[in-house]
């Protein structure tokens, strides 16, 4: 099995923090390493299957203030925002596609 890859898909700055989102090829959700604009990694956010959404894991001797928090948490609910946009977009295509088999079988079978 080939080894995964890491795919970045997008990175930015806030006034004190830096994003990197990406997605390693083997997942299907993304993970976003947070890094000080000045340098040093913070943590990361990832999915936590547990609880079903993203969640913030902090790097070990590591501190933020409120607003840094509130950063975090405001791009947390952009990634559910988007991850609640793409399940509903595979929930569709999905019954679009049994909608298409079943209507062909229905047209099959009058015929």
Known sequence: MPEPVKMVIDERNTEY??????????????NVTISSIYGGR???????????RYAFFPDSETLYDSSCLKDIQNYIDELMVEHKILKEGERNEKTRRTNQNGASSLYHEAR
């Open 17 to 30: 923090l830096h994003y990197q989102k990406f997605r390693w090829s083997n997942k299907k959700t993304c």
């Open 42 to 52: 913070l943590g990361q956010i990832k999915w936590y299957p547990g609880w079903r």
